[in-house]
């Protein structure tokens, strides 16, 4: 157990936690298909074989949800809205409550629009799949934007692209490489139409939820540097300098469809605040001839880069490396790089997966990683909140129930879905408090 208190965060932090619709909603039959559950019914594709259909039950259990986030003294929640429920009839009814409730317990809605749940009639491969993103955002706003001040367009697009569209390993299971950038291009593109619409709207308070991994070179050897460049370019920059920048890291503009030029001044929409989800860094060095492994997915051989593992440190259950001073050398390294086009950061997510109820280790990740998180605001970074990955135990993806992200354990035999407190919740609960 972390003993000293942590150091104060600036005045009117955001302190909340994170959660996905498709992890967490369940009632699948009120809603139309998402590529995701067509991928489920895969033979094999899920590791424990299991499907998203009931999950935590959230879509009928939020009020608990709710209660356990006022318990936590949070004072705002990352949830996320589904498109194929928001398409399906009644379907924004769920969010309107979810959103009075949390209104009147005092937590600010943090919406994510689009959290890799893709509609099983449409694909990103397609150019049309923006200006349906756009129109979906305008019936959302038109619907929550009187309750909803802060919005997030996308979660991830990077991870969705990549293990979407390139490995295959997440929804909708696609193979394609390289051939999946365009994924990329009409992801970015989709943000910057929803950033638009969410501002005719009357939004002012609009970002985005990008992962970054800060990628370090195997040695100093001029091809693990090489390599560990290309993959910073693929994994951060391919998607942070379009959406800062307003260009593609060189080399890359060629590869994307469409007018980019014209495309990249929509990506560029300026945004209130940039949204950091962080795990833990990338060990990156010379293609090794062998396949390498990108977290517990297989990384195939042929590519211009290998991963390595990062070695003598402790590992979540998921066997991601624990290291909080990645979240530091990420939040500096964003505002050296981007200077003042960076606009205020948020984490948007942060977490680890663990089993059990005394989760001692959790709290030792979370303990560290906001010390880490307050380096990053004493070195002069702008930061304004912090969400936890994630409130409850949810389904996590293609490992299905096996990883525990949450402050919360949910019960996943039981039909309520009985959500019991860890040990890191009353030490956040108690973390919070002492900021006060
Ligand atoms: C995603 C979450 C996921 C978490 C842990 C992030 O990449 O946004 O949906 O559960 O990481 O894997």
């Known amino acids: 157990m972390a003993a000293d208190a942590l150091p104060p965060f600036p005045p009117g932090f955001l302190w909340g936690a994170s959660t996905s619709a498709h992890q967490i909603e369940g009632a699948v039959d009120a809603r139309g298909p998402s590529v995701w559950d067509v991928f489920e019914a895969r033979p094999g594709v899920i590791r424990d074989g299991s499907t998203a259909a009931v999950a935590c039950d959230s879509f009928h259990r939020h009020r608990e949800d709710v209660a356990l986030l006022a318990g936590l003294g949070m004072n705002a929640y990352r949830f996320s809205v589904s498109w194929p429920r928001a398409d399906s009839p009644g379907g924004l009814d769920h969010y309107e409550r979810l959103v009075d409730d949390l209104l009147a317990a005092g937590v600010r809605p943090v919406p994510t629009l689009f959290h890799w749940d893709l509609p099983a009639s449409l694909d990103w491969l397609d150019r049309d799949t923006a200006a349906r993103f756009a129109e979906y955002v305008e019936r959302v706003a038109a619907r929550l934007g009187d309750r909803v001040h802060t919005w997030i367009t996308l979660n991830e697009p990077a991870e969705h692209t990549?293990?979407?569209h390139a490995l295959g390993v997440h929804a909708p299971g696609r193979t394609l490489l390289y051939d999946a950038l365009p994924v990329a291009h009409h992801q970015l593109l989709a943000h910057g139409l929803a950033v638009r619409a969410l501002r005719a709207a009357g939004a002012t308070?609009?970002?985005i939820a990008a992962s970054h991994s800060p990628t370090w070179p195997l040695t100093g050897d001029e091809a693990d540097l090489a390599a560990a460049d290309h993959y910073d370019v693929l994994m951060n920059r391919a998607f942070s300098d379009p959406l800062l920048l307003?260009?593609?890291p060189e080399?890359?503009?060629?590869l994307m469809p469409g007018d980019v030029a014209a495309d990249l001044e929509v990506v560029s929409e300026r945004l209130d605040w940039y949204g950091v989800n962080y795990?833990?860094?990338s060990l990156v060095g010379a293609p090794t001839g062998e396949k390498s492994a990108y977290g517990t997915f297989d990384v195939p051989a042929g590519l211009p880069f290998a991963l390595h593992e990062i070695e003598d440190r402790p590992r979540t259950a998921f066997g991601w490396p624990v290291v909080p001073e990645g979240l530091t050398q990420t939040l500096t390294g964003l505002r050296d790089r981007y200077g003042d086009r960076l606009p205020p950061v948020m984490i948007t997510e942060n977490g680890c997966s663990y089993p059990g109820l005394d989760d001692q280790e959790r709290i030792a990740y979370l303990d560290s990683?906001?010390?880490a998180l307050h380096r990053a605001i004493e070195e002069?970074?702008?930061?304004?909140?912090?969400?936890v990955w994630s409130l409850l135990d949810n389904y996590e993806w293609n490992e299905g129930?096996?990883?525990r992200f949450g402050l919360v354990h949910v019960d996943f035999d039981s039909p309520e879905r009985t959500r019991t407190p860890k040990a890191s919740y009353a030490w956040l609960r108690d973390a919070l408090r002492a900021q006060r």
Request: aromatic fraction near 16%; charged fraction near 25%.
């Open 162 to 164: 990549v293990l979407g």
């Open 205 to 207: 308070d609009v970002g």
């Open 246 to 248: 307003g260009r593609y």
């Open 251 to 254: 080399g890359l503009e060629q």
């Open 279 to 281: 795990y833990a860094p």
């Open 369 to 371: 990683h906001l010390r």
């Open 380 to 387: 002069g970074v702008d930061v304004r909140g912090y969400f």
């Open 401 to 403: 129930y096996r990883q």
